[in-house]
């Protein structure tokens, strides 16, 4: 199977609340409550796309930026059915060479244990202490 990967790829709605549902094991979303065009408009510096040589949505990382040097991870997801085949390290490598290109110094990312091995040995992130606080 190809994976075509891009940059700031148009999509719709209805796609990435789909495989949101999917990757993240939660209701599918409507527009009316997240609406990922009018969101990543305005608050990302970009996001990468996987689609298969069909055009399916097949993965997708929404890539923050403080509009300076530092961005962050977010939304990192990859459809169950395609997963293991290099797919989630190809979008954060994406994601990494957009920030660099963009001016970006560091690239930031928060993850649960279980993906330590993901995040630190398959994508090259270094451990680090953050701090998280629920509002
Ligand atoms: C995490 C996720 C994006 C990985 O996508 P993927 O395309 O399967 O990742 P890759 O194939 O590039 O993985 C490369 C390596 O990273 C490691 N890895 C991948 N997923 C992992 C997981 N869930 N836990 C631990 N290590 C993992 C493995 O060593 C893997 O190599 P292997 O396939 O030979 O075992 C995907 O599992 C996903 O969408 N999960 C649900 C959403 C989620 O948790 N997103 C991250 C939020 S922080």
Redesign the pocket.
Known sequence: MTVVLQWRDPFDNGEINALHAE??ETRVFDESEWNWVDLTAEHSLGWVTARSDEGVLL?FVNVLWDGFIHAWIQD???LGSV???????RLIESARDQAKLAGCEWLHVD?DD??R??YL??CGFKPATAGLMEL
């Open positions: 990757a993240f993965g990192l997801m990859v997963r293991h085949r290099g797919i989630g390290v993850f279980e993906l091995g993901f040995d398959a």
